[in-house]
T-cell receptor, first 117, second 108 residues
């Protein structure tokens, strides 16, 4: 499968624990995005990378959240001191290079379902 | 602020009947509009974008700036069209704002 890969598929944790998710984008894509989706809602933008640079962050991304893309390839999203409200599907997407600014076609992964008990 | 409204959470249509999924948006500038679709047990994927003015799987959507709408239409529904559909908007930056989605069920 040459699509966007996310690991793990499911994560159950206790409140207060730290969790880390990984996303491997499509190899030639330089743009990478994290979204969060809760039940009954559409995906909500969290953050965006172009290569290794984190260029945009949503106000949804509190201090407990941190995302990295150290070599411009895979990305990690860490949540510290998890709360029950963090329970959601965390989606990663990537997009190819483009001469224009703004969104091109997003290719989504299958997501990581986080449950905080 | 960017906002997308999809007024119907659920929509059921008979096979062969026309389909229209409603999408209204709120944005002060010139938006770019998209429809994304998620079939059962598959990933979210792009269906169409307004700037391409294309028809995918028989679906079309026209941007109506006067009514701030981007409704998705298909003249004859097929069973394989059953899925979750999301309308989305961007204001030219990298942030895509999604609606809450409409679950379309095609009745055989």
């Amino acid at each position: 499968d040459t699509g966007v890969s996310q690991d793990p598929r499911h994560k159950i944790t206790k409140r207060g624990q730290n969790v880390t998710f990984r996303c491997d984008p499509i190899s030639e894509h330089n743009r990478l995005y994290w979204y969060r989706q809760t039940l009954g809602q559409g995906p909500e933008f969290l953050t965006y990378f172009q290569n290794e640079a984190q260029l945009e962050k949503s106000r949804l991304l509190s201090d407990r959240f941190s995302a990295e893309r150290p070599k411009g390839s895979f990305s990690t999203l860490e949540i510290q001191r998890t709360e029950q409200g963090d329970s959601a599907m965390y989606l990663c997407a990537s997009s190819p290079r483009s001469p224009r600014t703004g969104i091109e076609k997003l290719f989504f992964g299958s997501g990581t379902q986080l449950s905080v008990l | 602020a960017q906002r997308v409204t999809q007024p119907e959470k659920l929509l059921s249509v008979f096979k062969g009947a026309p389909v229209e999924l409603k999408c209204n948006y709120s944005y002060s500038g010139s938006p770019e509009l998209f429809w994304y679709v998620q079939y059962s047990r598959q990933r979210l994927q792009l269906l169409l974008r307004h700037i391409s003015r294309e028809s995918i799987k028989g679906f079309t959507a026209d941007l109506n700036k006067g009514e701030t709408s981007f409704h998705l239409k298909k003249p004859f529904a097929q069973e394989e069209d059953s899925a979750m559909y999301y309308c989305a908007l961007t204001g030219g930056n990298e942030k895509l704002t999604f609606g809450t989605g409409t679950r379309l069920t095609i009745i055989p």
